[in-house]
């Protein structure tokens, strides 16, 4: 029996990953700010994990043998843990992102040692404290907390995750953005030369991060299904459902574009999992299945 901490991200994949865990006989402790509780069967801490103070407080002098950080965003979050889990953890795990390589115009999938986290400069007197900051340099802000961990001699990893799809549950809305404009006719907003990108399905990230806390690398590894993905592609199957539905695309030079439309390229290399041990499945495999249970459809 493992004793497995989670911080924060108890939606979507991070409440399938605790599902898991339990299913597994580990020991369950679900940290965060109160807004939800903690999945039956999980022990809950509450905490700001921004508060230093009081995230030692709520710790007390419990000990982990895996700590999955699915809400780390910034490299003072990753200072603060570094501080408050180095000696009290055999593994950390923090779930990082695709948008690491958002300066990686490759023509081909980028590895992980693309972006080494050894290299990436740490600025811990950038705005890290405002929300609007924050989201407007999510790449950066994970490329930095990644940058932290990797100077801390602590048993690390990061997952960059692809973009995820699929769940009745998807609050992301995006696939809903399709739909919604497909269903009216309405033009889809794309880049001019379209790129195709890397996804994965949220069950099996889910699966990747449960396999992950039982792993003893340590270092980045990217976590994407085998197989490249367009705008045109995803519209399509969207479509499928959609009858009455027709797609018209509208390029754009300047201004926002849709969700999935990215004018580089935004594949990851996941062959260092799959070296690992790690089974990925094919995106065409679960695409029809992913599209009709996060739009309401029968599969």
């Known amino acids: 029996m493992r004793e497995v901490l989670v911080v924060g991200g108890n ?16 020991r369950v402790t679900v940290l965060n700010r109160g807004s939800s509780p903690a999945p039956p069967g999980a022990r809950h801490l509450v905490a700001d994990r921004d508060d230093e103070t009081a995230l030692r407080s709520a710790l007390g002098a419990a000990d982990f043998d895996a700590v999955v950080d699915q809400v780390c965003y910034t490299p003072r979050q990753a200072q603060t843990a570094r501080r408050v889990f180095t000696g009290r953890t055999g593994r950390y ?26 290299t990436v400069a740490v600025d811990l007197e950038l705005p890290w404290d405002d929300a609007a900051f924050v989201e407007s340099h ?25 973009h995820v799809l699929g769940g009745a549950d998807d609050f992301t809305g995006r696939l809903t953005h399709y739909a919604n404009r497909i269903t009216a006719g309405e033009p889809i907003a794309v880049a001019p030369a379209g790129h195709p990108a890397t996804y994965i399905h949220v069950e099996e990230i889910a699966d990747f991060l449960f396999w992950t806390v039982g792993q003893d690398f340590t270092g980045p590894v990217n976590a994407a299904s085998h197989g490249l993905l367009t705008t045109q592609d995803l519209c399509a199957a969207v479509e499928e459902h959609l009858p ?25 290399d996941n062959s260092r999992a799959v ?3 790690f089974p990925f499945s094919h995106v065409r495999q679960w695409l029809p299945h992913a599209v009709a249970e996060t739009l309401g459809k029968d599969a």
């Open 11 to 26: 939606r979507y994949f991070g409440k399938r990953l605790i599902g898991r865990l339990l299913a597994a006989g580990d």
């Open 93 to 118: 795990v923090m779930t990082s992102t695709v948008e690491v390589y958002e300066y990686e115009d490759s023509v081909a999938p980028v590895r992980e040692d693309a972006v080494d986290p050894h």
């Open 138 to 162: 999510y790449g950066e802000g994970k490329r930095q907390a990644e940058a932290v961990f990797a100077a801390a001699g602590l048993p690390w990893t990061s997952v960059r995750v692809a």
């Open 244 to 268: 009455q539905g027709r797609t018209v695309f509208r390029p754009v030079e300047v201004g926002q574009v849709s969700p999935f439309s990215f004018a580089r390229f935004y594949g990851m």
């Open 275 to 277: 070296r690992l041990g």
